[in-house]
């Protein structure tokens, strides 16, 4: 009785939780852009001025300039990826200029510190002291003063420039300016000779951070080149979801019918761990703001394919056993022994392709590598644990304790 009411009240909370949250589940998944339509260009990062280089620090401070970019242009959660040594790929949904986007986002940042000396009467910080690349490279740093305050060093490369300007504007503010966005107007409190300053105020850490950022982008100034973009329409990419969902739909239901067919009571059991495993994938999508794209649904699809694989591998064990005269309890313990470093074999390999895939590759490749780790890691969880947790049960309940119950004749049984 224990054993009965512990597989029904499994069946009945699992079955329960999936009908009451797959709708909003569904729903929340992040489509794409190739499913949902926008716009995707792939930049090649160069430094604006000759001698310096693209370090991995510029690359990504780059790219969050690009991100506030693209926020600014109202589109729907982009996404701003550095790939490889110099080269940052841009994805925004819901593109209706794409003039527009371009000509805004490969702009490189323009840091500029600006004073008031000879402004007009209304006019505010209208003089350009100093741009960018008069800073020394990733020369600005947080540090704190003797009240464990941050504040900002700065480093410039003309010291008798900075010199001038300081002396200049002895007393007066000189603000800070990234993309004409004011983001500090510090005062001039002293005459620097040595080319090096502190920009204080009353700065949270984060603050600070964020304008040492700023400095350090702007003394790195990229130059952005389009070698790659691909527009896809909302329609176009509605209609690929569509086609898609409804091959994976009907392929799935032939898949649930194959091996409810063949194997009976096991390919009930199947086709449930099947349907968890689908939405278990779904609720990491969804809680971990991954991006579901074609190529994920593909791996999607694949993990499908390769969690029936492994039941399939694992009943025909058990039959095998029965089909030699062996007992059904005896049978399905010696074939889901024998039936698991296959099925483990198999799907490590598959991990270690994948994890190459992932290291090595962008984009797409990526996507479809981390989809596929995915889906085997829950297939092993549900099509090999789950699954088999099931079916034991019922053996030991007595609900699957005929060979006929498994899809095996009892002609085919042969006396040990």
Request: one cysteine or more; charged letters at 20%.
């Amino acid at each position: 009785m224990k054993r009965i009411i512990s597989f029904i009240v499994t069946v009945l909370v699992v079955t329960g939780i999936m009908v009451v949250t797959s709708p909003g589940l569904i729903k929340d998944v992040r489509l794409g852009l190739d499913l949902k339509g926008g716009f995707e260009i792939l930049y090649e990062a160069q430094p604006l001025i000759e001698g310096q280089q693209v370090t991995k620090e510029a690359l990504q401070e780059t790219a969050k300039s690009l991100q506030k970019r693209a926020d600014a242009l109202g589109t729907t959660e982009p996404e701003v990826t550095p790939e490889g040594t110099n080269r940052i790929r841009l994805k925004v949904a819901g593109v209706t200029d794409e003039a527009e986007v371009r000509k805004t986002m490969k702009e490189p940042a323009n840091l500029t510190f600006r004073s008031n000396d000879g402004c007009k009467e209304g006019e505010e910080f209208c003089k350009i002291e100093l741009r960018g690349n008069d800073f020394v490279e990733n020369g600005a740093s947080v540090v704190y003063d003797s009240l464990n305050q941050p504040m900002i060093d700065i480093k410039v490369r003309d010291k008798a420039q900075f010199a001038e300007i300081t002396e200049r504007l002895l007393g007066q503010e000189l603000a800070i300016f990234m993309d004409d966005e004011l983001l500090s107007a510090p005062t001039v409190r002293n005459v620097l000779t040595d080319g090096s300053a502190q920009i204080t105020g009353s700065y949270s850490i984060d603050e600070a951070k964020k304008i040492r950022d700023t400095i350090n982008l702007g003394a790195l100034p990229l130059k952005l080149t389009e070698k790659y973009s691909q527009s896809v329409g909302a329609t176009l990419g509605m209609e690929s979801l569509t086609k898609t969902l409804e091959a994976g739909l009907i392929a799935s239901a032939l898949i649930l019918v194959f091996m409810i067919g063949m194997y009976r009571i096991p390919g009930l059991l199947a086709s449930f761990a099947l349907i968890l495993h689908t939405w278990l994938l779904i609720l990491i999508f969804v809680f971990a703001n991954f991006t579901l794209t074609l190529p994920g649904i593909a791996a999607f699809i694949l993990g499908i394919g390769m969690a029936v694989d492994a039941n399939i591998i694992t009943y025909e064990r058990i039959r095998e056993e029965m089909r030699s005269g062996k007992s059904i309890a005896s049978s399905v313990k010696v074939g889901g022994k024998s039936s698991f470093r296959t099925i483990m074999d198999s799907n490590v390999t598959t991990i270690i392709v994948a994890a190459v895939m992932f290291g090595f590759g962008t984009g797409a490749v990526k996507g479809f590598a981390l989809v596929l780790i995915m889906e085997i890691i829950v297939s092993i969880a549900t099509n090999v644990y789950f699954s088999r947790f099931l079916l034991n049960l019922l053996v030991k309940i007595g609900w699957a304790s005929k060979p006929k119950h498994f899809g095996v004749k009892e002609s085919d049984i042969r006396a040990l």
